[in-house]
T-cell receptor, first 115, second 112 residues
Framework: GAVVSQHPSRVICKSGTSVKIECRSL??????MFWYRQFPKQSLMLMAT?????????EQGVEKDKFLINHASLTLSTLTVTSAHPEDSSFYIC???????????FGDGTRLSIL | TQLLEQSPQFLSIQEGENLTVYCNSS?????LQWYRQEPGEGPVLLVT?????EVKKLKRLTFQFGDARKDSSLHITAAQPGDTGLYLC????????????FGTGTRLLVSP
């Protein structure tokens, strides 16, 4: 089946640091990738949708200058949390699909902890 | 804004009991998916339902999509400790590409 690899699985860093999370589709071409955030004991909230070669579409309330998304190839999308603060601590999950079709294939998430 | 409300939010039962989780919305979805998520991992797809009124079975799990494609239910028969996890419904929104709206989640704990 389709595999999505997310890296790193966990990161702990100091406040003010920028953190990059990678999402790779290992055995298919992901024309569309989605980035979600999940706070403890809550559901997944879509942050943004990225299509290969174009700018990401952000959901209402998500700061595009804070969460930089790059989808430069059909197998890789990155999410950079710029100048991270403790309130950005969360579980970030990516998913990938071929041309936005269902199903989306999910990565295993990245636990981000900002001290 | 499409919202998917799940009930109950939390369910703690004994092994062997039956349970039903509900997923309700005022919006119509082109399809609806159910996922199970373990702590520290991404969600794993259980099933996709597409047609209003559709019923799908996956071993002890029975999924139903409402006739109007606004709601869904998940019924588990004879629950086992391995069923423990966070159950999420997600509705697909078609806007050129399909975006998923996730439900509020149901945390299930099955004790031996």
């Amino acid at each position: 089946g389709a595999v999505v690899s997310q890296h790193p699985s966990r990161v702990i860093c100091k406040s003010g640091t920028s953190v990059k999370i990678e999402c790779r589709s290992l055995d298919f071409q992901a024309t569309t990738m989605f980035w979600y955030r999940q706070f403890p004991k809550q559901s997944l909230m879509l942050m943004a949708t990225s299509n290969e070669g174009s700018k990401a579409t952000y959901e209402q309330g998500v700061e595009k200058d804070k969460f930089l998304i790059n989808h430069a190839s059909l197998t890789l999308s990155t999410l950079t949390v710029t100048s991270a603060h403790p309130e950005d601590s969360s579980f970030y999950i990516c998913s990938a699909s071929d041309r936005g079709k269902q199903p989306q294939h999910f990565g295993d998430g990245t636990r981000l902890s900002i001290l | 804004t499409q919202l998917l409300e799940q009930s109950p939010q939390f369910l703690s039962i004994q092994e062997g009991e039956n349970l039903t989780v509900y997923c309700n919305s005022s919006s119509v979805f082109s399809s609806l998916q159910w996922y199970r998520q373990e702590p520290g991992e991404g969600p794993v797809l259980l099933v996709t339902v597409v047609t209003g009124g559709e019923v799908k079975k996956l071993k002890r799990l029975t999924f139903q999509f409402g006739d109007a494609r606004k709601d869904s239910s998940l019924h588990i028969t004879a629950a086992q400790p391995g069923d423990t996890g966070l159950y999420l419904c997600a509705g697909a929104v078609e806007r050129g590409f399909q975006k998923l709206v996730f439900g509020t989640g149901t945390r299930l704990l099955v004790s031996p």
